[in-house]
């Protein structure tokens, strides 16, 4: 069965740093790998997904992940962290990119210090 | 403008009591997915729906919760006897088709459940 562990569950930063968000999978075949945010009071919202095609994923706001099969990791980095990118951010995996059902990770909370 | 919209937004029941949870998925899309989400948990699977049958229920923790779509679009999570573990947020989330390729799931904003 399918795990993933996120490593900090809070981590803080000051704005125009950069950001680093640890996330480790399990996964007993070819998984498919996400990262959601989730901004209080709205719905999660995807950041980025990793499907096979390459291993460093671009996503939106100027996030980006690097699949790291040896490492069974899929960190999430930004270069230069902005005030809006606080948010609770989770790592997500699925067993294999037909899979219907994610399995999220605990969630780590992003504060960024003006 | 059409996100994905859950009713109500907040619900406390007392222990014992039934309730209906409601989910409108975007319009035309055909798979619909219920998650529960416990106080500093991620979401948890608990069913989805192709169309109007309930393809993989096995996240439901048990029979007194079932999830219906009748016509194919909007969705109720029924729970039944609620119980002090229940309260959570109850998320719902609809893609166009099965997830795969490029295809995304959207989020509720959620349901959060409070059992007195």
């Known amino acids: 069965a399918q795990s993933v562990t996120q490593l900090d569950s809070h981590v803080s930063v000051s704005e125009g740093t950069p950001v680093l968000l640890r996330c480790n999978y399990s996964?007993?075949?070819?998984?498919?790998l996400f990262w959601y945010v989730q901004h209080p009071n709205k719905g999660l919202q995807l950041l980025l997904k990793y499907t096979s095609a390459a291993t460093l994923v671009k996503g939106i706001n100027g996030f980006e992940a690097e699949f790291k099969k040896s490492e069974t990791s899929f960190h999430l980095t930004k270069p230069s962290a902005h005030m809006s990118d606080a948010a609770e951010y989770f790592c997500?995996?699925?067993?294999?990119?037909?899979?219907?059902?994610?399995?999220f990770g605990q969630g780590t909370r992003l504060t960024i210090n003006p | 403008g059409a996100g994905v919209s859950q009713t109500p937004s907040n619900k406390v029941t007392e222990k014992g009591k039934y309730v209906e949870l409601r989910c409108d998925p975007i319009?035309?899309?055909?798979?619909l997915y219920w998650y529960r989400q416990s106080l500093g948990q991620g979401p948890e699977f608990l069913i989805y729906?192709?169309?109007?049958?309930?393809?993989?229920d096995s996240g439901l923790p048990n029979d007194r919760f079932f999830a219906v779509r009748p016509e194919g679009s909007v969705s109720t999570l029924k729970i039944q006897r609620t119980e002090r573990g229940d309260s959570a947020v109850y998320l719902c989330a609809s893609s166009l088709t099965l997830l795969g390729g490029n295809t995304e799931a959207f989020f509720g904003q959620g349901t959060r459940l409070t059992v007195v």
């Open positions: 729906f192709q169309g109007t049958g309930a393809a993989d």
């Open positions: 997500v995996v699925s067993d294999w990119e037909g899979a219907q059902k994610l399995v």
């Open positions: 319009s035309g899309h055909t798979a």
């Open positions: 996964s007993s075949y070819s998984p498919s």
